[in-house]
């Protein structure tokens, strides 16, 4: 039998879950329920991370042992799932995994040792034994280089991390070390030889431009005087482990590597490898550090690692516990059913974009959406079944002639037609979720509801029962419509699980959705004479005016909750960055040069490459309120990586999909650690220089020059 296994990661035992975490548990439940659905055996994980110092500094704030902090940030989660649908009970995780079980350190050492025994790719031990001088950030649990901090402009203070913006500790010790610098040639090679190793695309690029820019090796060890909450390094207990092998060991320790008892209960051998869904901030530590580990170990590479995007504040700034801009859970599941809030997830966040979150957006999309759209629909159908057709599906068969007629007044109800049309919506919206697609994969969906509305609007079953000559045709449309809806519940099934099979059993269907394979899906095998169910609102509107007060005054003034674990004593307030300066051409300062210099040749103008560029992808970087950071197609084989400081004028969502002017031979620029290889084209006005980014108002392909 196929099987399937995702994982989400384990996320840290310091504080309690917010709306990022939840949106990646929707992701990777959505996709498990998509997989069982199709008859494949899944196993769906998910857990924390519960060793480090992070944990360690989280317990003593809040005046408990590491363990007791674990336990108690557990429990949140636990409740976190089991509200939203995402625990076993419901159908969800198979496992909650947690570090601190013992198999797991069984695992972590079976590892440890492997790699200690192995040699590089270029022949050198992959393990060794060094002296780690530097910078740490405990939120990242990770080593900070140079730029990726801020140094602070009092010498005395060490530099912030940047994106938690909290001050980093120094370190200088003695440490264990992974040669990882040994290991780009077969990473690069991972990532050619696997094109869907490392998705989207963008990423995967991000990725191996990293690798190509040199790998450093990594400290994977502390010494316990420094971090005694973690796993012991095997035979040398005044080390412990860096948390990040122990914890992305996790996830095949979970299904019994290195423990026999629990692979002969999850199955190893059975499940891995395993698709690694991950937020953007975590990909390096999985799609480098996680590969290189496992070529060492000798362990077979996962099946792929995804990346979504960051759920962002209304001001553009990554939600995070740390910043302290999260979204509650709380408000959330009081005022929202699990199932608008999966829905809003999932249609609002282009995959891979970052995207901002607001209660306004996800009370409309509720109301919009789901009450007046698939609810509308589902009690429109059932209610006219109920009041035409005694409750029961009517046939679906029409003559030719009543065929024509409807026709001829507008009505299409013809099978085949709304039949293909059904049959390539669902197989679109197939390719799209197989793809992480799920925002253009809904509005798939919905395209059905809009085709299937306007078919009852232009019928008037109303009018239609009012005349017997016409019952065909009524009955026609009512099957047609009831069909789709049935269509509706099983594509819909693994974005709304309660929702969906809610609707199907008013439809009067028997049995779970969860085994139905969309894939097997023909239209016409709703059997007439189905007995509808009682009919209930399945989405309540929402009075928007009403919910958005009580949120607002459930939560603090700000809109921002600060937990007790969460809270950070002396954490810093935001520090503005220093502007840096855009990429970008400003037609007032080409003005003024123009003044200055006179005229140019023709030969002078020719020597800057305008291209037109297409904007595939597009997000704001953390601490740099300024610029945006886009991938831009400019007609050859690879996308340009090009920073922008446009990022306060123009939102990354709306800037994909753009046509824009792309200098494409500048010298390519660091800035904020990233590469920019390219500048676009911008019209500068007003004081404040507001740019506004030259376009095209015809069609034109991408890479095409302007001269
Ligand atoms: O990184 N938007 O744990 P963590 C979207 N323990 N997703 C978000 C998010 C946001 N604003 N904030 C968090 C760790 N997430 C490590 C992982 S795995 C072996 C170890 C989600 O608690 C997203 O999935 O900081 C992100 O990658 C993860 O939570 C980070 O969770």
């Known amino acids: 039998m196929e099987t399937f296994y995702v994982t989400t990661p384990i996320y840290y035992a310091n504080s309690l879950p917010h709306l990022g975490h939840l949106y990646t548990m929707i992701v990777a439940d959505t996709t498990a329920r998509r997989k069982r659905q199709q008859g494949i055996e899944t196993f769906f994980l998910t857990g924390t991370d519960e060793h480090g110092i992070n944990i360690e500094r989280a317990a003593k704030r809040a ?64 393990l060794f034994k ?50 990882l610098s040994d290991y780009d040639e077969a990473l690069l090679e991972l990532y050619d030889s696997r094109a869907d190793f490392v998705r989207p695309e963008s990423r995967r690029n991000e990725v191996a431009s990293f690798v190509r820019g040199g790998l450093q090796d990594l400290s994977v060890s502390r010494l316990s005087t420094s971090v005694s909450w973690g796993i012991p390094v095997p035979d040398d207990p ?54 290189a580990f496992l070529m060492a170990a000798g362990v077979e590479q996962p099946r792929g690692i995804v990346a979504h995007g960051m759920w962002l504040d209304p001001n553009g700034r990554k939600m995070s516990k740390t910043l302290g801009n999260t979204v509650e859970l709380d ?7 699990v199932d608008a809030i999966r829905y809003f997830c999932l249609r609002e966040m282009v995959f891979g974009q970052d995207g901002r979150f607001g209660y306004e957006a996800l009370i409309d ?3 919009s959406d789901l009450a007046s759209g698939l609810g509308n629909l589902s009690s429109r159908t059932l209610t006219m079944i109920a009041r035409y057709c005694e409750g029961r599906v009517p046939s679906g068969k029409i003559s030719e002639d009543k065929l024509l007629l409807a026709k001829r007044t507008g009505v299409d109800t013809d099978e085949t037609t709304i039949a293909g049309f059904i049959e390539h919506a669902r197989d679109e919206f197939q390719i799209h979720c197989d793809n992480f697609a799920f925002s253009r994969a809904l509005e798939v969906v919905w395209s059905i509801i809009a085709r299937v509305d306007k ?15 016409q019952r065909q045709t009524l009955n026609a ?52 004479n189905t007995q509808v169910g009682e009919i209930t609102p399945v989405f309540p509107r929402l009075d928007k005016a009403r919910t958005m007060t009580a949120i607002k005054t459930e939560t603090e003034p700000t809109g921002v909750h600060i937990t007790e674990a969460e809270a950070i004593p002396g954490a810093p307030t935001l520090v503005e960055s220093a502007p840096t300066q855009p990429p970008m051409i400003h037609a007032s300062q080409a003005d003024a040069i123009v003044g200055v210099a006179n005229f140019i040749e023709i030969g002078d103008f020719a020597k800057v490459d305008l291209r037109v560029g297409e904007v595939l992808t597009a997000e704001r970087i953390p601490k740099a309120d300024k610029l945006l950071l886009m991938s831009i197609d400019i007609g050859e084989e690879k996308p340009r990586q090009v920073l922008a400081g446009i990022a306060q004028y123009y939102d990354a969502e709306k800037m994909v999909g753009r046509k824009v002017v792309v200098v494409a031979n500048l010298k390519p620029r660091k800035l904020r650690g990233y590469e920019s290889q390219g500048m676009v084209v911008a019209a500068s006005y007003g004081e404040e220089g507001k740019p506004v980014i030259a376009t095209f108002a015809e069609d034109v392909p991408n890479g095409a020059r302007l001269k």
């Open 455 to 469: 078919m009852i609007s232009d019928a008037k079953p109303w009018d239609l029962a009012k005349d017997d000559n």
């Open 130 to 179: 060094g002296h780690y001088e530097g910078w740490f950030c405990a939120a990242c649990a990770a080593y900070k280089t140079e730029d990726e901090y801020v140094k602070s402009e009092n010498a005395d203070e060490p530099p912030r991390c940047l994106i938690h913006e909290t001050p980093l500790d120094s370190i200088s010790e003695e440490s264990y070390f992974f040669r």
């Open 331 to 337: 408000a959330l599941a009081k005022h929202f059913s």
């Open 477 to 528: 449309v009512l099957y047609r419509a009831a069909e789709t809806l049935r269509w509706l519940c099983v594509l819909l099934y693994p974005v709304m699980p309660g929702a969906s099979q809610n609707i199907y059993a008013q439809l009067g269907l028997p049995g779970s959705l969860s085994t139905i394979d969309p894939g097997g899906l023909r239209w016409g095998e709703l059997p007439e």
């Open 63 to 126: 005046g408990r042992t590491p363990q007791e902090q674990a336990d108690y940030v557990v429990s949140y989660y636990k409740q976190m799932t089991a509200q939203f649908g995402l625990d076993s009970e419901h159908g969800g995780y198979d496992i909650f995994m947690r570090t601190t079980a013992p198999f797991h350190y069984q695992g972590v050492n079976e590892l440890w040792r492997r790699v200690a025994a192995a040699k590089t790719p270029k022949g050198n031990d992959a």
């Open 365 to 367: 999309r509720a109301n």
């Open 238 to 291: 005044a080390h412990t482990m860096y948390v990040w092998f122990d914890a992305l060991t996790n996830y095949i320790t979970a299904i019994g590597f290195g423990n026999e008892e629990r692979q002969k209960a999850a199955g190893f051998e059975k499940f891995w490898p395993a698709l690694h869904l991950v937020g953007k901030d975590i990909l390096r530590f999985h799609a480098v550090y996680w590969p």
